[in-house]
Each structure stands twice: as structure tokens, then as C-alpha cells.
């Protein structure tokens, strides 16, 4: 009825300035008007999904965090390369963001890698580290796992402190049949043997979530994100569902003990972290980074909670943007981890989330340890920087 009505006001409004189509700015700004009236959502049973945007009335506790708490090492970056470093560190001091680990955009070895260095990790030591990637386009090579530890290790002697995988491993890259290369494929073997020789962790990201391998329809959690934003699904386009590549990553950790693996965003468990919590009980050589997870885990506070306290040893640090230090996010992130708000909004890129966020309001030494003891342990560059600096006064009850 009132959808009826407005078109009715509108084409009304219309004629009226046809009408007095002498004086011209007034007519202008009233079809103007008249076209914002036209195109607002309309209101009652014809209301599109995608224009649903309601606001809570909600009033409970907001606590706004500018700072974290104790100092903190982002081991899960994706730095602009061609930024100023000196700009970036500024932006972290004001943070309390003491490290900041680029992953590279896929394409982090050879000169790029070393380049990067000398820029950011040799100026700025314990400021800004890097991860080496592997070359897709040598995957399929006859010599590719001779010639990825041997580009490995020259990475390494230029600053690398750990080799990032991609999900692209599983999901993307095909064999030369057209197949998609399982993340257990024996050519990546020597891979992660080098990487224990040499000392370094894989951090790896194998997966995605389940409601992109499942149907875009009425029964996906994630059908709003999923319609503004078809890439992220791998629906009817790979040969793979989530349980087995979870399956075949956990293979990998469990074929190579004596090398260190921290799975990025939670080990992609996020949605089930009870499996999450039977691979750190099984596998003593696996961490896992909560990257891009805030808002799995913000979702789930009791559950998540309890799991960040029980694994606080295992846990580490990371945000997972890109180009440059976003202060928005990170202030999103620590307050999921510091305070116990309730029902505030996540920071997301691709809009369509249908859930809120809870605080997880974990405990100091909890805190600590997420936030960068954890990574001084795992890389011993880390351990020069100092252990704390002034902590601020205890947001939350
Ligand atoms: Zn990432």
C-alpha cells in the first residue's frame, strides 16, 4: 500500500514540475526529491533482503579501545610494499603494534622478498619481518621440489622468518592433468622438511569456510555476502569439499613432526573448534594465528573463550588486512579480545554478515601471550624486543 502510495506522490511531484518548469533550480531540486523518495526501499512485506539494515535499541556497555593493552606482534600481514615505512611505524606506535609480519601477496621470493628487506627488516629490526611464498608457476615443474628448498633457502639468508602457504594450495593450483594438487602431495615434502632444517614455521592456510562450498540458496548463513561478492564461493567450480582438504591438512602436519605449523585464521576450525582443539591435543608441532577470525570467534564467546584460555600457549596474533595498517580494524580486534561488549558490530570487508559480536574479555596473561609472547617464542628474532610497556588501566565490568 504505501509503496503504492509513494510511486502515486512521486508521479504527482513529477507533473508538478513539469508544470512549473520556469523556474528551474526549484524544479530540479524537488525531482531530485522526488527520486530519493522514489528509490527508498519500500516499507512492509515488499522489503528486498539486501535492503534489510536494522538498528538495535539495544543500549548496553560500548568501550571504545584506541590502544591494545600490551604490545603487539601481527604475524599475519599483507603490506603495500611501496609504502614508508617510517608512516606505517607511526601508525603502530599509536596502536601499541610493535611488529608487523608481511606475508607478501603471493609473490614474496627472490628480489621482491629481498628488496622488501632491505627496505623494511633490515632498517626497522623488530619492527617489520617477512615471509617467503612459493612460485605457482613452478608447481608442476619435474624439479619443483629441488628448486622450491633451493629458492627457500636463499630467501631465508635474506630475511625470511617463515614460508606463508596459501589456500590457493587445494582449492586453486591444478597438476598437469587439470586435477587440483592435494595440500598432502608428496612434491611439497622436502618443502617442509627444509623448513625444519632451516628452522623456520609454515604458516598455512588450507580451506575455506563450509557455507562457500555450499549452495548459494535460502540455507546459506552467508547468502548476503556470498550475492554482493560470488568469488569468495567455490560452489560447483572445485572437486573438493571442506572436510577433505581438512582431512588432507591434517595429514601434513601429521606426516612432518618436527616441523612447526601455525595454521592461519584458527586452522579454518573457526566454525568448529572442537576439531580445532583435538589437533593441538594430538599434534604438539601446530599453532594457529586468529587472523580474519573475530568474527567466528566474537559469534561464540563462551566456546571461544574457554578454547583461547585453554590453548593460550598455542595461540598467535594476526589481522589479516591489506597495504597498510588499518587502525579501525585493529581496534575492532582488541576489543573482541579485551572487553566483554556485547552485540557490536564486526569489521568486515565484504558487507552481509547476519550475526553480532561479544567480547571475549580474556585474561591478562591469556592477553599476553596472543598477543606477542607466543610469537617471541616461535621466532627468535622477536625475543630482543622489550616484554612490556606501561599497561592502561582494565576496560570491561
Ligand atoms: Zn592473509
Not at 526529491?33 to 533482503?49: R, S
Not at 536494522?54 to 603495500?80: G, N, Q, S, W, Y
Not at 547468502?223 to 595429514?251: A, C, K, P
Not at 589481522?319 to 579485551?338: A, H, K, S, T, W
Request: proline share 7%.
Amino acid at each position: 500500500m504505501r509503496s503504492a502510495q509513494s510511486h502515486t506522490v512521486a508521479a504527482l511531484s513529477f507533473l508538478f514540475l513539469v508544470m512549473c518548469s520556469s523556474v528551474p533550480a526549484e524544479a530540479q531540486a524537488k525531482a531530485g526529491a522526488a527520486k530519493a523518495a522514489a528509490d527508498q526501499p519500500p516499507e512492509g512485506p515488499d522489503l528486498l533482503l539486501r535492503d534489510f539494515a536494522p538498528r538495535t535499541h539495544l543500549d548496553v556497555k560500548r568501550t571504545p579501545i584506541e590502544r591494545a593493552r600490551f604490545p603487539v606482534i601481527d604475524v599475519h600481514f599483507h603490506m603495500d610494499g611501496n609504502a614508508d615505512p617510517l608512516e606505517v611505524a607511526r601508525i603502530m606506535d599509536g596502536l601499541n603494534l610493535q611488529t608487523v609480519v608481511n606475508l607478501g601477496m603471493k609473490d614474496m621470493w627472490g628480489e621482491t622478498l629481498k628488496s622488501y628487506a632491505e627496505k623494511w627488516v633490515k632498517r626497522f629490526p623488530g619492527r617489520f619481518a617477512v615471509m617467503a611464498n612459493l612460485d605457482e608457476k613452478q608447481i608442476n615443474h619435474p624439479d619443483f621440489s629441488r628448486q622450491a628448498v633451493a629458492q627457500l633457502r636463499e630467501d631465508v639468508r635474506n630475511g625470511a622468518m617463515a614460508l606463508k602457504i596459501y589456500k590457493e594450495l587445494g582449492l586453486v593450483w591444478k597438476d598437469a592433468h587439470g586435477k587440483l594438487i592435494r595440500p598432502d602431495d608428496p612434491r611439497f615434502d622436502p618443502v617442509w622438511d627444509a623448513c625444519a632444517e632451516l628452522g623456520i614455521p609454515v604458516l598455512i592456510h588450507v580451506n575455506d569456510l563450509k557455507s562457500f562450498f555450499d549452495p548459494i540458496d535460502r540455507f546459506n548463513e552467508r547468502y548476503l555476502s556470498l550475492t554482493l561478492d560470488r568469488r569468495s564461493s567455490w560452489y560447483g567450480t572445485v572437486d573438493i569439499t571442506h572436510d577433505q582438504l581438512m582431512q588432507h591438512f591434517e595429514n601434513v602436519i601429521a606426516k612432518h613432526p618436527a616441523t612447526t605449523f601455525i595454521g592461519a585464521h584458527v586452522g579454518m576450525h573457526y566454525e568448529h573448534l572442537y576439531s580445532g582443539a583435538r589437533w593441538l591435543d594430538t599434534y604438539p608441532n601446530l599453532y594457529y594465528d586468529i587472523a580474519a577470525s573475530c568474527k567466528h570467534l566474537g559469534r561464540q564467546p563462551y566456546t571461544a573463550r574457554r578454547f583461547m584460555i585453554r590453548y593460550q600457549d598455542r595461540m598467535l596474533f594476526g589481522c589479516d588486512i591489506g597495504r597498510v595498517p588499518n587502525p579501525e580494524v585493529y581496534q575492532y580486534m582488541f576489543r573482541v579480545l579485551e572487553t566483554d561488549d556485547e552485540y557490536f558490530e564486526h569489521v568486515e570487508p565484504n558487507a552481509g554478515l547476519p550475526w553480532k559480536i561479544y567480547g571475549l574479555y580474556l585474561p591478562d596473561e591469556v592477553l599476553q601471550k596472543v598477543y606477542s609472547l607466543n610469537a617471541r617464542k616461535l621466532f627468535p628474532q622477536f625475543r630482543r624486543v622489550p616484554a612490556t610497556t606501561a599497561a592502561r588501566p582494565r576496560a570491561g565490568r
